[in-house]
């Protein structure tokens, strides 16, 4: 079955930086949309940032665009995620999603939501002050 493991989470002063790595596993999608999102509490899980395979493309939340950064590992599963310059702002619990490919644009997918994505990590936090 899917497994997706989350790992890099922590505690950072505001400025900083923290990489996160999902590592994925026993997936059989062709062809697929992957990313990180985040939830603060009391507030909705959103989308952070969002590769689609099939096209290689990225999109990133205006919140975070020019901050954080996705790279994959093809050979290895893995899915980072680099943040830079962290604001109180960015804490929230961190989650790899997948989901698969349905042909829409990464922006269109990122507007639904949590709902083209079938599989979840368990998250990872991540607190800046």
């Known amino acids: 079955h899917v497994q997706l493991v989350e790992s890099g989470g922590g505690s950072v002063q505001a400025g900083g930086s923290l990489r996160l790595t999902c590592a994925a596993s026993?997936?059989?999608?062709?062809?697929?949309?992957m990313g990180w999102f985040r939830q603060a509490p009391g507030k909705k899980r959103e989308a952070v940032g969002l590769i689609s395979s099939k096209r290689r493309s990225t999109w990133y939340a205006d919140s975070v665009k020019g901050r954080f950064s996705i790279s994959q590992d093809n050979a290895n599963n893995i899915l980072d995620l680099q943040m830079n310059s962290l604001e109180p702002e960015d804490t929230a619990m961190y989650y790899c999603?997948?989901?698969?490919?349905?042909?829409?644009?990464?922006?269109?997918?990122?507007?639904?939501?949590?709902?083209?994505?079938?599989?979840w990590g368990q998250g990872t936090q991540v607190t800046v002050s």
């Open positions: 999603a997948l989901g698969e490919f349905f042909g829409a644009s990464l922006a269109t997918v990122a507007a639904r939501g949590t709902r083209d994505f079938d599989h």
């Open positions: 026993g997936y059989t999608y062709d062809a697929y949309y």
